[in-house]
């Protein structure tokens, strides 16, 4: 149900400014919708952020932002751009030994039988064979839900809070949170178009390993609306959109310079 889409519907979306169906499909098409008033090129507040350059038009629809990238930014941005465009290959070693590592750090105590086995619907995967699940959010996906694994995991054993009665699927959850923090930096573009990729990539030059930890905060605000909402199976692509809302504005706050400045950062503690 809220499989991310392939390469090729990816390429379709782009030709039509209509709203498709899918689980990210509700927050993926837009660009941040944050009042910046009217802060042009030079602005103290993007100055302060390290950007070169901001230009743009009222009430968030940019005309044009330019930056120019420093020798670690291009690097780094280039490697992240790398590993959002390896698809999953069941058939390659190193992504059979991710899932592997994926179901022991989740289930330490459990052994896997096999890795096409109805045990993966106990993680959250719509059925026996995860690699179907992967589609457009590619390999990164699978390495996001393992660092998640690894690094933080109270949300995976559902150890706080007071649960849902209808819960969400933990890791096809977790492969749509991939997918939409893709679009929302807008990584398969070429050039910086939107701000939230312009701050983005100064977080970038701080810490190699940005886009997994706000993948971690992502899943953490996800799952914290996901309880305040008390919501349903069927509002999951509602309480991504407003994921997704609340990470742009946060992005664009005036004293987010790293990932662990933003306030929901705090959820990962």
């Not at 910046?36 to 230009?55: A, E, F």
């Not at 105590?109 to 719509?126: F, H, I, N, P, Y």
């Not at 997994?212 to 953490?220: E, I, K, R, S």
């Not at 008390?230 to 997704?244: D, G, I, P, Q």
Request: one cysteine or more.
């Amino acid at each position: 149900m809220f499989a991310p889409q392939s390469s090729e519907q990816r390429a379709t979306k782009k030709a039509r400014t209509s709203e498709s169906s899918g689980a990210h499909t509700d927050s993926s098409n837009h660009n941040t919708t944050v009042d910046l008033g009217d802060q042009t090129c030079g602005s103290p507040r993007w100055i302060g952020k390290g950007l070169s350059c901001v230009c743009m038009k009222r009430k968030g629809t940019y005309e044009r932002i330019c930056m120019n990238l420093t020798p670690l930014q291009e690097k780094r941005l280039q490697r992240l751009k790398h590993r959002v465009n390896v698809y999953f290959d069941g058939s390659r070693c190193e992504h059979q030994e991710a899932l592997r590592a994926l179901w022991y750090a989740t289930y330490p105590d459990k052994e896997l039988s096999d890795l096409v086995s109805d045990q993966w619907k106990e993680m959250g995967w719509q059925g026996k064979d995860p690699s179907t699940d992967f589609r457009g959010a590619g390999f990164i996906s699978l390495e996001n839900l393992l660092f998640f694994a690894k690094t933080f995991s109270r949300l995976l054993n559902k150890q706080f809070g007071n649960r849902s009665t209808w819960e969400y699927p933990f890791a096809v959850a977790g492969v749509n949170i991939t997918f939409m923090i893709i679009q929302m930096l807008d990584l398969q573009s070429s050039k910086t178009r939107t701000f939230a990729r312009a701050v983005f990539v100064q977080m970038l030059s701080e810490d190699e390993w940005a886009f997994d930890l706000l993948y971690c905060v992502a899943f953490m605000l996800m799952d914290k609306q996901w309880l305040e909402r008390n919501a349903s199976y069927m509002e999951f692509n509602e309480v991504l959109k407003s994921t997704r809302a609340a990470l742009e504005r946060e992005l664009l706050m005036d004293d987010v310079l790293r990932i662990e400045d933003m306030p929901s950062y705090s959820l990962l503690g």
